[in-house]
């Protein structure tokens, strides 16, 4: 159990330092690196605090803590991830309204700079 | 391409990805069936020369910056022909499935039903041998999935061989399915209670290349399509219910 909880702790501190020194150096945007910095903190919380750990348990009806524990770090990273594919999601669809845009704007510019050099061949 | 230079315009739109081999013969066969309408083949992406074939056969091209798969293509060229203005937009693959010949019959059921989709069936009255049993289950497997959602059965609901009118177009530019769109945009235009026919008609074997849906993706296909059907019927069930005390007032 004491084992478990130093490994945790260790984790999430080395998760923590992970997300700062990655929004630190710009691979993380500060408002993504936010899910990622709360679990880091509620896995730190719940490795340290035995009395939060024994209390959640219980609430769980779970005897033993450590299932308490690695069941809220399952929970905490589902959470992340789903939040993380509902943000590429979005991405995805401004990216392709965005490639479509390029495409349609790229086309009429083509098509003016026709029309132009026609116009300008007519003339002379 | 021009905007259209009034009412009842018709854009031809031929989606094509790596199709070097058949394009400019598609073109030639569109424009003998049709040859006042403009063409404008959407180029997803495609590292074959299939821009440059398209473009010497005498057709407009919509060239997307990266591949988007055939809804974005189709939804790029859905938009680019309502901001110009046509009221009509009929879909040909430009794999040369499609015989161009059926255009006018589309055009007409489209112009004299007034309906807002028209679908070339090729289990109508024509002949739909050309596909194999995967996908022969999954066509019967969504017209008995499809049939109570639209309210009438529908014989081809996989074709793409379409033609849509400027409503639709409009709803299209909005909300496109992106992957194996044909069956999730009938389902889209029900949802707007729009009204769609089938006119029969043949298709080929493919002039070129090999279709980019084998027997192992069927099975992701019809997951991924029921999937999608599912969600939009969600979406058309929610705003019944929104809709329901304004009904009952």
């Not at chain 1, 609430?59 to 809220?72: F, V």
């Not at chain 2, 029900?190 to 089938?198: D, N, P, S, T």
Request: net charge positive.
């Amino acid at each position: 159990m004491e084992r478990l909880l130093n490994v945790t702790t260790v984790l999430s501190v080395l998760l923590a330092a992970m997300v700062l020194f990655s929004v630190r150096r710009s691979h993380i945007r500060v408002e993504y690196s936010v899910s990622w910095l709360a679990a880091a903190v509620i896995l730190l919380v719940l490795s340290r605090s035995s009395f939060a750990l024994n209390w959640i348990s219980r609430q769980l009806g779970l005897a033993d803590p450590p299932i308490a524990l690695m069941l809220l770090v399952f929970c905490v990273f589902v959470i992340v991830i789903y939040r993380l594919s509902v943000v590429i999601s979005d991405l995805k669809d401004a990216n392709i309204a965005m490639a479509q845009r390029i495409a349609i704007v790229e086309f009429q510019l083509h098509n003016r700079t026709e029309d132009i050099d026609q116009g300008y061949k007519s003339r002379i | 391409m021009k905007p259209a230079g009034g009412p009842n315009q018709l854009l031809i739109l031929i989606p094509a990805f790596n199709e070097v081999g058949a394009i400019a013969g598609v073109i030639h066969e569109v424009r003998a069936a049709m040859p006042e309408a403009p063409i404008l083949v959407v180029d997803d992406a495609s590292t074959d020369g299939t821009e440059r074939s398209a473009r010497s056969a005498g057709a407009d091209v919509l060239r997307l910056p990266y591949h988007l798969g055939l809804g974005g293509g189709v939804q790029a060229g859905y938009k680019l022909a309502y901001e110009l203005g046509y009221d009509y937009v009929i879909r040909v693959d430009g794999d040369g499935q499609h015989d161009p010949k059926y255009i006018p019959a589309l055009l007409q059921t489209l112009r004299a039903t007034g309906c807002h989709m028209v679908i070339g069936s090729r289990f109508q009255d024509g002949n739909g041998n050309y596909t194999n049993s995967v996908r022969a289950m999954g066509i019967w497997f969504f017209r008995l999935v499809l049939r109570p959602i639209l309210g009438k059965p529908v014989r081809d609901p996989t074709s793409g061989f379409v033609g849509v009118n400027r409503e639709a177009l409009q709803v299209f530019t909005g909300s496109f399915p992106l992957e194996y769109p044909e069956i999730e945009a009938l389902v889209v235009l029900q949802r707007k209670r729009f009204q769609f026919q089938e006119v029969p008609c043949r298709m080929r074997p493919r002039k070129t290349g090999r279709s980019t849906i084998t027997a192992v993706k069927s099975l992701y296909y019809i997951f991924h399509v029921l999937l999608g059907v599912f969600i939009n019927v969600l979406k058309f069930e929610r705003r019944r219910r929104k809709d329901a005390p304004r009904e009952e007032r």
